[in-house]
């Protein structure tokens, strides 16, 4: 049981980067950057701005993965969110995750 234990943990952490990029590769595509950036506020907060907001809260991931496919408003200010109902449940997840770990 050790043995394949140490394996899989290297392959884990190998596989972080392309995670990364494949989740910055995913914001590109759904549009997320024409309101978001890594570090600065456009119409919407930073992405690092909103992992430092929910650093810590272990229901941030379902509860934002639901925001960003159904909208929301209030939490930054004036300008809502609007809804992605075309974006899968799994690459809201993807990209929430993917947000949250940004430092």
């Known amino acids: 049981m050790k043995r394949t234990a140490l394996p899989l943990l290297v392959i884990a952490l190998c596989a972080l980067p392309v995670a990364g990029i494949a989740s910055d590769d995913l914001a590109k595509s759904k549009n997320c950057l024409a309101c978001h950036s890594l570090d600065k506020k456009i119409l919407g907060p930073a992405f690092k701005e909103v992992a430092a907001k929910y650093q810590g809260d272990d229901a941030a991931v379902d509860a ?18 609007p809804p992605n109902p075309m974006l899968s449940e799994e690459d809201a997840k993807t990209l929430v995750v993917w947000v949250l770990s940004l430092q």
Request: hydrophobic share 40%; glycine share 22%.
């Open 64 to 81: 934002l993965t639901e925001k960003v496919i159904k909208g929301g408003s209030g939490t930054w200010g004036a300008v809502p969110m």
